[in-house]
């Protein structure tokens, strides 16, 4: 069977639905996001006959109730021939949790599993036919940062002991290898959450402080000894007595080395005062400034120097243009900040750089105002460790003094990279540009742009690593040498080996599972890769010419007996808005047609009388901040009968909106029960509904459409919009009032939504209020000072020119 492929990658998010609809029918390769795609599906704009696939990226994401999910129900009813496959570069992402392989695999109605980790023999082969040149360099830390970090590590641990003593965490997560990582905070906040309102204060704090203590031990490593000290210096400031961890032995000298790195006070003659002195006492002592430098600058600028040593020893028979085009240099670095100070470094000097950083710390600092400044000279210097350097060469080319220019500082693009030439530090002029590259950017394909010869990773990065070999391997030719830049005895190393681990457990974990795992019978491949990166998220391929697969005539006996499932009518009318959440998927999942409209009033129209506005307990809170709950309420209050406000809770969270102790006998209006009364006092008509799960919605919207007529998606969708008239259909309060003498009316100065609608009770018109008695004014308005902002606004003459 011929099939024609148009070669074409759209953004179908830019066009609008007509477009989209021609361009799908027209044919080709589409990507799209999830919101889109559903959509589109919904309202029948897809050919489903046309479609040959649907190639789902990230899919260790999928969940039973996820868009990506709905798309493939949706795909797999209406053709049955195409293919759907799903890609992952997350092992780990897929042994999380009871059965997640199998889960996932369900939601993409896939049956074949092919798993390719780093250590698969055609992998491992392809990959090391042309390694790339390696150089690791271990760079000692400086006895006060290794202090630190060994204090950060035993409060850790002791916080840990204490979370153990709850008895509500998996013990053996509770690590301090596993504490180094994000998913850390997220693992032992998800066995909580469903018990969140029952765990003590003391249980709260101590989750918090390990995110706390994995931030310092973070930022022990990446920030320099000023930058640490401020940060110290907020985490103290905001959070302060409401720690645990600052009460605990080491946390003392936490704070006492951290600042011994950027300053030390000592007397004239040289013996060190433990504390800030008085600005009374100040005589006889001086303000040492240390400002210790971070122990991986000086080797990366060694590094820098070295690349220009083998830059200028070029093959004769290698032009020098030739040479200098292709080497290129890539720093890949943490964050962007990284690498705006490695620049910095290399244009300015360490010394001009921690002098700038320590006077942006002082003008802060008041007690150290005024305070004599010792000599330099006077201290003592301490010898520095020297790198172990590990790699394939052998013998290290003798170091070149450098010259630092005093240039103004390169500023770091928004892409997530920027350029710098090192001829701009006054070095040879073969020397190649140096491109900073910021990992936490995702910046995509940062080595196929910029084509370097030379990496030098500061920051060390799993990901990182996998793609430079992917890129090694799709270039064999090119000279690719890499350098590793690693903290000895670090929390660095340690994270990064852990990472290499987890990877491989996981793939590990998932071959055990391949070989027990129950496939149901309807399924019908999903690739998990540990080299390859994706970054788009849904893949519609479309081809032409392909004939509408035909349904079956026969039914399976092994599908409940043969039985048919009887065909439902029921229908909901749905927000497009509603589709970034998956309600709208499990409704489609009990057997309910979901009409995708634009509405400008609610989120659900069950029937043409009850709309429901959904809020998640987020959502709830934010609402109510900025007001729009108050008009989404009025709003539904005037234009349906029965307006339904529904409050929806995460089924792996507690069901409650706060602990029972922070609940008062008062209206407090910080307080979020008090603000959900005074929402019920003032709209008496507004039904609130709670819900525990999203399923426990659909069956709770399944019961308020029971004996109601179906909604109609035109008449939902005019809602709330006036016509050219100016009429609003549905406005139950026009039946009543004139909607635009009461608008008019709600904008008069002293006129309340308190009072409002006393005014409307009392007066006929516009016109009888303007001739109305003060008195009679006041008492309507409840009280003169109303009154009297009214009555000086009608009676206010018009000025003259």
């Given amino acids: 069977m011929s099939q024609l492929v148009i070669?074409?990658?759209?953004?179908?998010?830019?066009?609008?639905?007509?477009?989209?609809?021609?361009?799908?029918?027209?044919?080709?390769?589409?990507?799209?996001?999830?919101?889109?795609?559903?959509?589109?599906?919904?309202?029948?704009?897809?050919?489903?006959?046309?479609?040959?696939?649907?190639?789902?990226?990230?899919?260790?994401?999928?969940?039973?109730?996820?868009?990506?999910?709905?798309?493939?129900?949706l795909y797999r009813s209406k053709n049955k021939a195409g293919y759907v496959r799903g890609i992952s570069d997350q092992a780990r992402g897929l042994t999380s949790g009871f059965m997640k392989m199998e889960r996932v695999m369900k939601s993409l109605l896939v049956k074949k599993l092919n798993l390719w980790p780093r250590f698969h023999l055609s992998i491992a082969t392809a990959l090391e036919e042309?390694?790339?040149?390696?150089?690791?360099?271990?760079?000692?830390?400086?006895?006060?940062?290794?202090?630190?970090?060994?204090?950060?590590?035993?409060?850790?641990?002791?916080?840990?002991k204490e979370l153990r003593k709850t008895n509500k965490v998996d013990v053996e997560d509770l690590t301090v290898e596993n504490g180094l990582f994000k998913s850390f905070d997220e693992i032992v906040r998800m066995q909580l959450d469903p018990i969140w309102h029952t765990i003590g204060r003391k249980t709260k704090r101590l989750v918090a402080d390990l995110k706390t203590l994995r931030k310092l031990a973070e930022y022990l490593i990446r920030y320099d000894a000023v930058t640490f000290l401020k940060y110290l210096d907020t985490v103290r400031a905001s959070e302060g007595v409401k720690s645990v961890w600052v009460f605990a032995g080491p946390a003392h000298r936490i704070f006492e080395l951290a600042k011994r790195r950027v300053?030390?006070?000592?007397?004239?003659?040289?013996?060190?005062?433990?504390?800030?002195?008085?600005?009374?006492?100040?005589?006889?002592?001086?303000?040492?400034?240390?400002?210790?430098?971070?122990?991986?600058?000086?080797v990366y600028k060694e590094i820098l120097e070295e690349i220009q040593q083998e830059i200028q020893s070029r093959p004769a028979d290698l032009p020098e243009d030739s040479w200098k085009s292709e080497a290129r240099v890539l720093v890949a670095c943490k964050d962007e900040r990284t690498a705006w100070q490695l620049q910095r470094f290399i244009l300015k000097g360490p010394e001009e750089l921690m002098r700038e950083e320590w006077n942006n710390y002082l003008l802060a600092k008041a007690e150290l105002h005024g305070m004599t400044l010792r000599d330099k000279k006077k201290s003592r210097s301490k010898p520095q460790a020297q790198p172990q350097r590990k790699g394939k060469r052998k013998k290290r080319p003798d170091n070149t003094e450098q010259q630092v220019s005093e240039e103004p500082v390169i500023p770091l693009q928004n892409t997530g990279a920027t350029d710098m030439s090192l001829e701009d530090v006054g070095a040879s002029s073969l020397v190649p540009p140096v491109q900073y590259y910021a990992l936490e950017s995702d910046q995509y394909r940062i080595l196929d742009t910029t084509g370097p010869s030379y990496v030098i990773v500061y920051d060390p990065d799993m990901k990182f690593v996998r793609e430079m070999e992917v890129f090694k391997a799709k270039h064999p030719q090119r000279r690719l040498k890499v350098y590793f830049l690693f903290y000895e005895e670090s929390t660095e190393g340690k994270k990064f080996e852990a990472s290499i681990q987890r990877e491989t457990t996981a793939f590990e974990t998932l071959i055990r599972q391949k070989a027990s795992m129950i496939i149901p019978v309807d399924q019908v491949s999903i690739q998990i890769i540990g080299y390859a990166f994706v970054y788009s998220w849904v893949g519609v391929l479309q081809t032409l010419d392909v004939p509408s697969p035909q349904a079956p005539n026969s039914v399976s006996s092994r599908k409940a007996g043969g039985r048919k499932n009887m065909e439902k009518h029921m229908q909901i009318v749905v927000d497009m808005r509603e589709f970034s959440s998956s309600l709208p998927c499990v409704l489609h999942q009990q057997g309910m047609r979901i009409l995708?409209?634009?509405?400008?009033?609610g989120d659900y129209v069950l029937s043409p009388e009850i709309c429901v506005e959904r809020k998640s307990i987020a959502d709830l809170y934010a609402s109510f901040s900025s007001g729009r709950l108050y008009h989404q309420a009025e709003t539904m209050t005037r234009y349906y009968r029965l307006p339904v406000l529904l409050i929806e809770f995460s089924q792996d969270k507690s069901f409650s909106l706060q602990s029972a102790n922070e609940v008062g006998d008062d209206i407090v209006p910080a307080n979020i029960v008090s603000k959900m009364s005074l929402l019920v006092l003032h709209f008496p008509r507004l039904r609130i509904v709670w819900s525990r799960s999203l399923h426990a919605t659909a069956e709770l919207f399944a019961t308020l459409k029971s004996n109601q007529d179906e909604p109609d998606a035109e008449r939902a969708m005019r809602v709330g919009v006036p016509t050219e008239d100016g009429l609003i259909e549905g406005d139950v309060r026009a039946e009543n009032y004139n909607t635009t003498a009461v608008e008019m009316l709600r904008r008069l100065p002293g006129v309340t939504d308190a009072n409002y609608r006393t005014i409307m009770d009392g007066c006929k018109s516009l016109a009888e209020l303007s001739i109305m008695p003060f008195e009679q004014l006041a008492e309507l308005m409840g009280g003169q000072r109303p009154a009297r902002m009214l009555r000086d606004f009608l009676d206010a003459k018009f000025p003259t020119l």
Avoid at 275 to 288: F, H, N, P, T
Avoid at 596 to 601: A, R, W
């Fill in 7 to 73: 070669e074409m990658i759209l953004k179908l998010g830019e066009f609008t639905a007509a477009e989209r609809a021609e361009m799908y029918s027209k044919g080709g390769a589409f990507l799209v996001t999830s919101r889109i795609l559903v959509v589109d599906m919904l309202n029948e704009r897809v050919p489903f006959h046309k479609v040959a696939g649907i190639i789902v990226n990230n899919s260790h994401r999928m969940t039973e109730t996820c868009a990506e999910a709905f798309i493939v129900r």
């Fill in 596 to 601: 995708p409209v634009t509405l400008e009033v």
């Fill in 130 to 160: 042309s390694p790339p040149d390696v150089v690791d360099i271990r760079v000692p830390l400086t006895p006060s940062m290794l202090a630190i970090q060994n204090a950060i590590l035993e409060v850790m641990d002791a916080c840990l």
């Fill in 263 to 298: 300053y030390q006070i000592v007397r004239t003659d040289g013996e060190q005062v433990e504390s800030v002195v008085k600005q009374a006492s100040r005589a006889g002592v001086e303000l040492e400034v240390v400002a210790e430098e971070m122990p991986k600058w000086k």
